[in-house]
């Protein structure tokens, strides 16, 4: 069966913190792993990975795959109260020339002042 | 604002009646997904449309709920005869051509 599981599961950390979360995947016919930051409201996208080991990079967000380990992880260096967020991880899938997205269930940043 | 939208974003209604949710894509986006997500949970999916073909839909989704995507434009989900786990935020999402995932604001369904 295909599973996306990230962790941790919740995080508190300290402004100022750098903090890093994990994507780990196991799905057929893989074809780009997604991460998704969600605060009351729907997830906004912030990364996109096709190929390992090419760090994308913005701001203080940072992202990079590892196809062959099958993980990901998303760094946020100097973290902000405004990063407090549920930050979603979603692999994509191409089966008979249909894209289907795989999500995890999340992981909650709670960045203390 | 050129976003996916979603209508309406909030909706309560009792158990046993029908609910039908609108989603508006991206203009230029032809793929477009429904998607349902309950408390401390991700994305589920539900049903995919690329243009107006319905091109996969979720064993999890019961007889109940069906979609449209007429013309290939804005997609309804309709929920018949509602359950109270049918409770969920409803979330719409459109792509192309890059295949990120854009969302809408999300229908927030509570059936009492």
New interface residues.
């Given amino acids: 069966e295909d599973k996306?599981v990230q962790s941790p599961l919740s995080l508190v950390v300290h402004e100022g913190d750098t903090v890093t979360l994990n994507c780990s995947y196991e799905v057929t016919n893989f074809?780009?792993l997604?991460w998704?930051k969600q605060e009351k409201?729907?997830?906004?996208?912030l990364f996109?990975l096709t190929s390992s080991g090419i760090e994308k990079k913005s701001g203080r967000l940072s992202s990079i795959l590892d196809k062959k380990e099958l993980f990901s992880i998303l760094n946020i260096t100097a973290t902000q109260t405004g990063d407090s967020a549920v930050y979603?991880c979603?692999v994509?899938q191409l089966t008979s020339?249909?894209?289907?997205?795989?999500?995890?269930?999340?992981t909650r940043l709670k960045v203390l002042a | 604002d050129t976003g996916v939208s979603q209508d309406p974003r909030h909706k309560i209604t009792k158990r046993g009646q029908n609910v039908t949710f609108r989603c508006d894509p991206i203009s230029e986006h032809n793929r477009l997904y429904w998607y349902r997500q309950t408390l401390g949970q991700g994305p589920e999916f539900l049903t995919y449309f690329q243009n107006e073909a319905q091109l996969e839909k979720s064993r999890l989704l019961s007889d109940r709920f069906s979609a449209e995507r007429p013309k290939g434009s804005f997609s309804t989900l309709e929920i018949q005869r509602t359950e109270q786990g049918d409770s969920a935020m409803y979330l719409c999402a459109s792509s192309f051509p890059t295949y990120e995932q854009y969302f809408g604001p999300g229908t927030r369904l509570t059936v009492t």
């Fill in positions: 996306v074809r780009s997604l998704y409201k729907a997830p906004t996208f996109m979603l979603a994509s020339g249909t894209y289907k997205y795989i999500f995890g269930t999340g």
